[in-house]
């Protein structure tokens, strides 16, 4: 599990003046939310440069993160970041609390593996991802920063799902939850055209 520290800093202004300025300044405003209901929002400030360095970790998503505030620390997971449309900026971030007794409803990416070895890599086919994240369903202890999908036994034409893939103790996925109707295909193995 990654070892994300965000360092925040209280903020008293909100609305859009207040988030225009921040922005200004090189802030980014965000709100962190959730927990028990004892606890209420705080509205805090990142440095964007910081952030934005943060984000090019694959893990920073799908791990729950340690933001300082003050003299405290929280556990949180994003649950929303609204990106500038041009610039590499963040506008705004959403922060969930981490309980370690609650489940948390996290997207973590997939991770395709042993294709070469399987009888269609073997033969020369190739793979195309349909779907390359899960949303799950676990306790943070049990939470994985990616899910690996084995495609060593894939055959040519074969569709995997996502009731395909091998699960950790502890972690569901929260499509299957509903039922059959809901395992969508996650990828598909097929016969390049070149190949007769």
């Not at 990416?109 to 070469?116: T, V, Y």
């Amino acid at each position: 599990m990654s070892n994300i520290i965000l360092n925040a800093v209280s903020r008293v202004d909100e609305g859009k003046g207040a988030s225009r300025r921040l922005r200004r300044e090189g802030m980014v405003p965000a709100v962190i939310y959730g927990g028990d209901d004892q606890q209420k929002p705080v509205s805090i400030s990142l440095e964007n440069r910081a952030l934005v360095k943060q984000l090019e970790d694959a893990t920073f998503f799908s791990s729950i993160l340690t933001v300082k505030l003050d003299d405290q620390e929280e556990q949180v997971i994003v649950k929303d970041l609204q990106r500038h449309p041009a610039k590499n900026s963040v506008l705004h971030a959403d922060f969930q609390r981490v309980a370690k007794s609650s489940k948390i409803q996290i997207i973590v990416p997939l991770n395709f593996i042993n294709f070469a070895k399987s009888p269609a890599g073997v033969a020369s086919g190739k793979f195309a991802v349909q779907q390359n994240t899960a949303q799950i369903l676990c306790l943070p202890e049990n939470l994985p920063e990616s899910l690996d999908v084995d495609m060593s036994n894939v055959e040519m034409g074969q569709v995997l799902h996502l009731s395909d893939i091998t699960l950790p103790a502890g972690v569901e996925i929260v499509q299957l939850r509903r039922g059959e109707d809901h395992d969508q295909g996650i990828a598909q193995s097929y016969a390049p055209r070149s190949a007769k």
